[in-house]
Nanobody, 124 residues
C-alpha cells in the first residue's frame, strides 16, 4: 500500500509562486507515474500535471502549461509541482496520486493511491 503525503500549500497573491511536494512511502512496481490533481470550489477534480517515473516524460493540462512544472526525485520518493504566475482560478485542494496511465486526459480512475491534499489559495 503506497502512502502519499502532500505539503507546501498556502495562500499567495496573484502572480506569486508555490512549490508543492509529494512524499511517497515506497516505490510500487504496479504504478508508472505520479500526477497532481486539483479540486476547485464547485468543480470536479481535474488532473493538472503528470510525470512518468524515471523517464521524465511530462503532461500538463492546457490551463497550467507554461506556469506549472512537475519534477521527480525518484531516489527520494518525491514529486514536486512548481507553480508560478498563480491566478485566483488556481485556488483549490491539490492532491498527488500514483497510478498507471498512458495517454489522453488524466483520469482519476487510473490512479489507485492518493494523498489527503494540500490547500492552495490565490487572492486577486
Amino acid at each position: 500500500q503506497v502512502r502519499l503525503m502532500e505539503s507546501g500549500g498556502g495562500s499567495v497573491e496573484a502572480g506569486g509562486s508555490l512549490r508543492l511536494s509529494c512524499q511517497a512511502s515506497e516505490h510500487n512496481p504496479n504504478t508508472n507515474c505520479v500526477a497532481w490533481f486539483r479540486q476547485r470550489p464547485g468543480k470536479a477534480r481535474e488532473g493538472v500535471a503528470n510525470i512518468f517515473h524515471r523517464a521524465g516524460y511530462t503532461y500538463y493540462h492546457d490551463s497550467v502549461k507554461g506556469r506549472f512544472t512537475i519534477s521527480e526525485d525518484y531516489a527520494k520518493l518525491m514529486v514536486y509541482l512548481q507553480m508560478d504566475n498563480l491566478k485566483p482560478e488556481d485556488t483549490g485542494m491539490y492532491f498527488c496520486a500514483a497510478g498507471t496511465w498512458f495517454n489522453g486526459d488524466l483520469n482519476e480512475g487510473d490512479f489507485r493511491y492518493w494523498g489527503q491534499g494540500t490547500q492552495v489559495t490565490v487572492s486577486s
